[in-house]
């Protein structure tokens, strides 16, 4: 059994007088203990409501969440607020995508990160105190002990990131997830953050879900990839499978519009034409196909399904044969 | 050389973070506190309303005579309407029945003050539990007490404070204390309801749930303090209305009615029938509550800008 395996996740959003949006869409996926699972899409495909709808904080009104989340085998979706918010910082830990204003500016960090501990393990001030300490010295950030007076502004952007991810991992959840958590950090701190991240996964045996724009970002850390399009996984394989063979058109779109250092010069990149309010609904074809070089008449009228196909999944009726020059 | 990764970690977030500014635990309070004392607007307001408070505290000793005592009375005429103008041990004259101006304005600096601050202080207690209310809980208690408010705010604040003052059978000073109070809640109540709503959806709020925060420690670590800036803020400014609003209602006649004890607004209101003749009587109180209410607006204002955020350097 997998740690957390998701299935047929649907997220639904409804306001009174507007058409219902779907924004996940029957997304499945399974993360083992230890491993780490990308989630890879553009913007608005749904990668952050689906972390949000494993962590229970979507909002309960005009959200209709279905399918089936199971940590351990226990369905997530089912458990009541009072069971969720105990799971959360303990089971199931999260990182944000910009670590300034996910940091409480009037509190300072040692509050901060001693309060999980309090809230989750028990632990009086001045123990949780000493531990917060350990927590940051772990992440690497420097003179912890006077880091826990400081307030989020005197700390760096990458530092703040740090801290975030002490509080997450304070409590070891089996499960982190995080949601672009280097989007705001400048390139070199990224390259630290993700360092920290892929040592702590390791040392700690903590089951990893990263989200991300940054395929840079899951060809350093994941170990499986999932290519999400308007809601839907529309390739999944082993990370070294996706880089060197996409057979999807979108994932090979995504790769081919990433300079590479070994290109040959004066050689363009090739973007992916149109844009995402250019899809047709997954009901009627196949979403991407509007903006799909491969397509073909069948994309149009009939919806592919996720098939197995040389080691992966693939959500396509002409996938990509030729081989990305390496 | 030998270098685990994690040393390598350590040297290079070193790096980053070797610059950073050395002070530690400079909170928000702090750093607006450092921009305030170099502002002029501030200082000046600080000075008057320092001014003001220094004299209220000291006036039973600073007052030269006793402001209830009608010592000049025998040079008082109603009917030729000659009221004691100044001279020697009474730079400023007498009031309609011969008590020394000076001293009445001396000591009624604390009428003054105290009303303005204890109507400031209920009504921010007030709109503190049903912004806090309206804002943590949502739903149907957000619109019940928005309703409220809605209706509070309909009726002009001076005319309410004189209707609420007017419920009252015997009016005293807590009576206007009270009207000008409740006057003051809906709009405490708006401001923090709106900057609660605007913390519930902040990034921050959804990391400390996804940490697993209780719902009270959300509330009142994670959304409350970072919705008081602009409270804070307007109870200074509400300060200054509500010292002008209370003299309104004495000058009316819905304040104290006994005189012995001076307050601005009463005098105020005393000097209107002789204000043709003898407009120096009203001049002074009302220079009074102008000047107050001055730097108290002037104090709110610089203060609006010291805990803007965006401000921040």
């Known amino acids: 059994m ?246 999807h058109p979108y994932t090979h779109g995504l790769l081919s519009s990433i300079p590479r250092l070994d290109a040959p010069r004066g050689e363009r990149l090739v973007p992916i034409r149109g844009a995402v309010t250019d899809n047709i609904p997954w009901t009627q074809g196949c979403a991407f196909a509007p903006r799909c070089p491969n397509v073909l008449e069948k994309c149009l009228d009939v919806t592919p399904e996720m098939e197995e196909d040389d080691g992966r999944l693939l959500r396509c009726h002409n996938p990509v044969r030729q081989e990305v020059p390496a | 050389m030998v270098t685990t990764r994690k040393e390598r970690v350590d040297a290079l977030a070193r790096m980053s973070t070797d610059d950073r500014e050395g002070e530690a635990g400079v909170s928000l309070a702090v750093s607006a506190w450092r921009r305030l004392r170099r502002n002029p607007v501030f200082l000046v307001g600080a000075a008057i309303i320092g001014t003001f408070v220094v004299v209220a505290l000291l006036s039973p000793w600073l007052a030269p005579h006793d402001p209830s005592e009608w010592m000049l009375a025998d040079q008082v005429s109603k009917a030729r309407n000659e009221i004691p103008p100044p001279q020697p041990g009474h730079p400023l004259g007498g009031d309609q029945v011969g008590r020394d101006l000076l001293s009445r304005l001396l000591v009624g600096s604390q009428q003054t003050l105290m009303v303005g601050v204890f109507a400031t202080v209920i009504g921010l207690g007030g709109g503190l539990v049903l912004g806090t209310l309206a804002g943590a809980i949502g739903g149907w208690v957000d619109s019940a007490v928005m309703r409220l408010v809605d209706v509070m705010l309909s009726i002009p604040s001076l005319l309410a404070a004189v209707s609420i003052g007017a419920l009252f059978a015997r009016p005293s000073q807590f009576t206007v204390i009270l009207a000008v109070a409740i006057v003051q809640i809906p709009i405490f109540a708006r401001l923090l309801r709106g900057s609660m709503l605007a913390q519930r959806n902040s990034d921050h709020v959804l990391a400390a749930r996804a940490l697993g925060v209780r719902p009270r420690a959300i509330v009142f670590r994670h959304m409350l303090p970072n919705s008081l800036g602009p409270v804070i803020v307007q109870a200074t400014l509400v300060l200054a209305v509500a010292i002008i609003d209370a003299a309104a209602l004495s000058f009316l006649g819905l304040g104290n009615p006994d005189d012995s004890v001076p307050e601005w607004g009463q005098m105020l209101g005393n000097a209107q029938t002789v204000i043709d003749s003898h407009p120096n009587l009203a001049f002074w109180p009302a220079g009074c509550i102008i000047a107050v209410a001055l730097g108290f607006t002037l104090v709110g204002e610089s203060l609006r800008d010291a805990l803007d955020p965006k401000n921040r350097r």
């Open chain 1, 2 to 247: 997998a740690l957390l395996e998701v299935t047929d996740l649907t997220v639904v959003f409804q306001r009174r007088g507007e058409a219902p949006f779907t924004a996940v869409d029957g997304v499945s996926f399974a993360v083992e203990e230890g491993q780490t699972v990308g989630l890879v899409g553009e913007s608005g495909c749904g990668k952050s409501v689906t972390s949000l709808a494993i962590m229970g904080l979507l909002p309960r009104r005009g959200v209709r969440v279905s399918g089936s989340v199971r940590f351990e085998g226990a369905e997530l979706l089912t458990e009541s607020p009072r069971q969720m918010r105990d799971r959360r910082g303990r089971d199931l830990g999260m990182v944000f995508q910009d670590p300034l204003s996910s940091l409480n500016p009037v509190v300072s960090i040692g509050i901060q990160v001693t309060e999980v501990l309090e809230r989750h393990r028990g632990m009086s001030r001045s123990k949780a105190m000493r531990v917060a300490a350990e927590l940051l010295d772990q992440v690497g950030i420097p003179d912890p002990r006077r880091r826990l007076d400081e307030y989020p502004h005197q700390l760096s952007g990458g530092m703040r990131q740090r801290a975030l991810i002490a509080m997450a991992l304070a409590c070891q959840p089996r499960l982190l997830i995080a949601d672009e958590p280097t989007t705001a950090l400048d390139v070199t701190i990224q390259a630290q953050i993700l360092a920290l991240l892929s040592q702590l996964v390791r040392d700690t045996g903590t089951a990893l879900i990263m989200i991300t724009h940054d395929l840079g970002v899951v060809a350093g850390l994941c170990d499986e990839v999932n290519v999400l399009y308007a809601g839907r996984v529309v390739e999944r394989a082993a990370r070294h499978e996706l880089f060197a063979r996409p057979r």
